[in-house]
Nanobody, 118 residues
Framework: QVQLEESGGGLVQAGGSLRLSCAAS????????MGWFRQAPGKEREFVAV????????YYEDPVKGRFTISRDNAKNTVYLQMNSLKPEDTAVYYC???????????WGQGTQVTVSS
């Protein structure tokens, strides 16, 4: 049974930093390109960043480019998201998951809340 456990969120002032972690069980993260997603209040979940499966290639959506860094530790079966220079508009629940192959009934973890105050 797949389980994704996101952690590391919290309340931070604008300009601050947080490091999110996503620990997986029942799923070998090294077999997949892994992504971070977020869902702000009243909005749909959106893709934020991806780390490739077999190389160190990464990609970021424009709103977070230059401020967020995705990384992975395959030995720990964990994916990370370092978030710097946080802005109030980054406030959301953050989730990790496979970047591709998701459908309407795909499993999602509980996410971790990030709140950035101005």
């Amino acid at each position: 049974q797949v389980q994704l456990e996101e952690s590391g969120g919290g309340l931070v002032q604008a300009g601050g930093s947080l490091r999110l972690s996503c620990a997986a069980s029942g799923l070998t993260l090294s077999d997949y390109a892994m992504g971070w997603f977020r869902q702000a209040p009243g909005k749909e979940r959106e893709f934020v960043a991806v780390h490739s499966r077999s190389s160190n290639n990464t990609y970021y959506e424009d709103p977070v480019k230059g401020r967020f860094t995705i990384s992975r530790d395959n030995a720990k079966n964990t994916v990370y998201l370092q978030m710097n220079s946080l802005k109030p508009e980054d406030t959301a629940v953050y989730y990790c998951n496979r970047r591709y192959g998701l459908g309407p009934n795909s499993y999602w973890g509980q996410g971790t809340q990030v709140t950035v105050s101005s």
